[in-house]
């Protein structure tokens, strides 16, 4: 049994069901603590759900909000290309991490994760 809250954040919002993986994360407030998310490509534009889902929480880079103080977790959104290097980034800053789905394009990568 968890006694407190797990501080969790998601990278990218940029496939159908990525917004999915927020809405579940915010109708368990119990156990998460959702914090923030990040939309590492530019040229991607969120669905009119995922605005919605994310208004009230900051959007920050990357980097900003893998620095966020006291973040446990994170679930990786990405396009297939990006989720084994945003994964490893969080792995390497000792975050839990939860994939889209495994592997990427880099199999040395993926080693490496």
């Known amino acids: 049994m968890i006694n407190r ?26 156990t998460f603590e959702l914090v923030a998310w990040a939309q590492p490509n530019p ?6 759900w995922a605005k919605r889902e994310t208004e009230g929480y900051p959007c920050m880079t990357v980097e900003e909000l893998l620095d966020i103080p006291g973040l446990e977790a994170v679930v990786i ?6 989720l084994t290097k945003y994964a490893l980034m969080a792995a390497q800053r000792g975050l839990h991490v939860q994939m889209d789905k495994p592997g990427g394009h880099d199999l040395a990568e993926f080693e490496e994760l």
């Open 77 to 82: 959104e990405t396009i297939e290309h990006d």
């Open 43 to 48: 040229n991607y534009t969120i669905s009119d």
């Open 5 to 30: 809250k797990i501080k969790i954040a998601q990278i990218g919002m940029e496939h159908d069901h990525a917004v999915c993986a927020w809405h579940s994360l915010k109708k368990q407030p119990e």
